[in-house]
């Protein structure tokens, strides 16, 4: 049931992720598993133009069908893949899976890219964008077509090295995104230096920002801040009409968020491409 509609199990505090409980290392084993043995599944959210509300692209979400716990959310295993290393294994599994599916939706007639979230540890490694020439060649998907969304703690980690990880991303063509934008502490000098095309809004500020005067703000100027750098900026968490309307009259780039769609299971995708497309070219 739950991988069908997509709901998801969410628990603020799993005692199985403690990292000094006995149980975390059979969870580790299990992840492990889950990994090689297909329990992962990846969902995708799309994205849209905010003026037209065109498809422009798809995030990549990964799950665990856990075979007695259900449809885990990431929050309940992204942490304990990060702190130990599987998270190199997991991001390589998505990002193949996410490429594939890209190439069938460009093959059913919808020029889309695919967004993918990468965690800061694995920017760390030179193998990453050797690994991502090779998938795309592979899928035969554009490297423009690809996006590799980061969060702003890659900079704190080894600023060098993510440095360089990220510019031969850039020099093969693949466009990056900083993702959750407001919530950690890079600097503006060093966010000015980064190769990065998009900037994405943290859902924290968008979700609220048509009751919440600081918050609005708070959009407007990152909106403001991301154009004055050359970035697309990108709106997450848009739950409603006017809070899109309200985004395209701030200038923001795209939107994404429950309102346009909520993560869905791949199968789902090209039928929800179709169906969207025709809805906006029957209301145009
Ligand atoms: P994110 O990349 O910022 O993704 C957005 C999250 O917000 C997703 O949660 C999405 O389902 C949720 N969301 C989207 N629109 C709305 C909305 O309108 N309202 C609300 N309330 N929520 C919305 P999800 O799928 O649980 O993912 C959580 C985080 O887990 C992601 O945040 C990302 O940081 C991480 N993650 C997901 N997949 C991967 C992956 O393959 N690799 C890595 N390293 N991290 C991943
Ligand atoms: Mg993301
Ligand atoms: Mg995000
Ligand atoms: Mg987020």
Redesign the pocket.
């Known amino acids: 049931y739950a991988a069908k509609t997509g709901h998801?199990r969410q628990v603020a505090y799993d005692p199985r992720l403690d990292q000094h409980n006995p149980h975390r290392l059979g969870l580790l084993g299990q992840l492990r598993r889950a990994i090689t043995g297909g329990e992962l599944v990846v969902?995708y959210?799309p994205k849209a133009d905010a003026s037209s509300g065109a498809i422009l692209g798809a995030?990549?979400?990964?799950r665990w069908q856990h075979p007695e716990h259900g449809l885990l959310?990431?929050?309940e295993f992204?942490p304990l893949a990060e702190t130990t290393g599987l998270?190199r294994q997991?991001?390589s599994y998505?990002l193949a899976t996410a490429l594939r599916d890209c190439r069938a939706w460009r093959d059913a007639g919808h020029d889309v890219s695919v967004a993918?979230?990468?965690?800061a540890r694995c920017l760390l490694d030179l193998e990453l964008p050797v690994e991502i020439q090779r998938l795309t060649e592979e899928h035969e998907v554009p490297t423009d077509r690809l996006i590799v969304?980061i969060t702003e703690s890659v900079i704190m980690s080894d600023p060098n090295r993510a440095l360089e990880v990220l510019n031969r991303l850039h020099a093969l063509g693949v466009r990056l995104a900083i993702?959750?934008f407001g919530t950690g502490y890079s600097s503006l000098a060093y966010l000015k230096n980064l190769p990065v095309q998009e900037l994405k809004v943290d859902?924290s500020f968008v979700?609220h920002m048509r009751e919440r005067e600081s918050e609005l703000a708070i959009v407007r100027s990152t909106v403001d801040l991301g154009h004055n750098l050359g970035m697309h900026v990108v709106a997450?968490?848009?739950?409603d009409a006017a809070t899109w309307q309200e985004l395209s009259a701030l200038g923001c780039d795209e939107i994404?968020?429950?309102?346009l769609g909520?993560?869905m299971p791949a199968g789902d995708v090209i039928g929800w491409l179709g169906s969207h497309r025709a809805l906006s070219s029957a209301q145009s």
Do not use: K
Not at 59 to 62: D, G, N, S, T
Not at 116 to 119: A, D, E, K, M, R
Not at 256 to 259: A, L
């Open positions: 998801l969902f959210q995030e990549a979400l990964v959310a990431p929050n992204i998270i997991l991001t998505v993918v979230n990468v965690s969304e993702d959750d859902r979700t997450e968490g848009v739950e994404q968020g429950y309102f909520r993560p």
